[in-house]
């Protein structure tokens, strides 16, 4: 597999995260920073596999962890900043690692601030779930239709909502990020609807003027710098 990666008369292998750790430490002791060269352009790469006849996701989104613990061990920083990004936000099975190496203060550092996301986004909840909205551009929505002025004296609605707010935090908890938050809001379960079918339109009008309103300023947030190393 290594000399694939130099010879010049190969097309370049995909990556196979089963053999990747110990191909860039052969790449660092015969000092061949082309294979890094190739192991940054494809470890964001989706690949298709021929056993399975399937598509299949990059190494940063399916093993974030070992991506970062290569960019430490290498110090990578572009990689391992994408790294660091993607554990802020992935689903909380992909922080376990047995890999030795990444030390626990960086490890630290990740938990707290994804609690501090999902922190801010128990914000964003709880503005939805009362029905304040977002100061900024309430007025801009709520002039044309106030979900719970429509739905104040249902009690179906009520019940549903307070199902839904559970399943929710639970959801960003699991996975604190924008794309999770919008799908959590756009494309609900039928068993997490937080509406009766009488006011599903209501619903669906309240919580687009409300996810448009913050969607700016949760992504610029985000997408803020990350410091290398954590």
């Known amino acids: 597999s290594f000399l694939d990666h130099i010879d010049p008369n190969t097309i370049s292998p995909p990556l196979n995260p089963q053999i990747v750790v110990d191909v860039l430490e052969m790449a660092h002791k015969y000092n061949t920073p082309v294979i890094f060269s190739w192991f940054q352009e494809v470890v964001k790469l989706r690949h298709y596999n021929q056993v399975s006849n399937k598509t299949v996701e990059s190494l940063l989104t399916l093993d974030p962890l070992r991506v970062l613990y290569i960019s430490l061990k290498y110090d990578l920083e572009a990689v391992g900043k994408w790294a660091m990004k993607e554990l802020l936000g992935c689903s909380s ?13 960086t490890m630290g550092e990740i938990i707290i601030k994804r609690k501090e996301r999902f922190e801010r986004y128990k914000t964003y909840i709880q503005l939805l779930a009362s029905g304040q909205g977002s100061p900024q551009s309430m007025a801009h929505w ?27 935090n639970e959801e960003i908890q699991n996975s604190p990020q924008w794309s999770t938050f919008r799908r959590c809001l756009h494309d609900v379960p039928e068993a997490q609807t937080p509406f009766c079918s009488k006011h599903q339109n209501a619903w669906s009008f309240y919580s687009s003027g ?3 309103s913050i969607e700016a300023e949760v992504k610029a947030l985000e997408e803020q ?5 954590l």
């Not at 099975?93 to 203060?105: K, M, S």
Request: one cysteine or more; hydrophobic letters at 45%; charged letters at 15%.
């Open 210 to 212: 409300f996810t448009s």
């Open 93 to 105: 099975h992909r922080l376990v690692f047995t890999e030795p190496g990444i030390p626990i203060t």
């Open 142 to 168: 709520r002039q044309r239709l106030n979900y719970f002025e429509v739905a104040a004296s249902c009690l179906p609605c009520a019940l549903s909502r307070i199902q839904w707010i559970l399943w929710l």
């Open 225 to 229: 710098e990350i410091r290398w190393p």
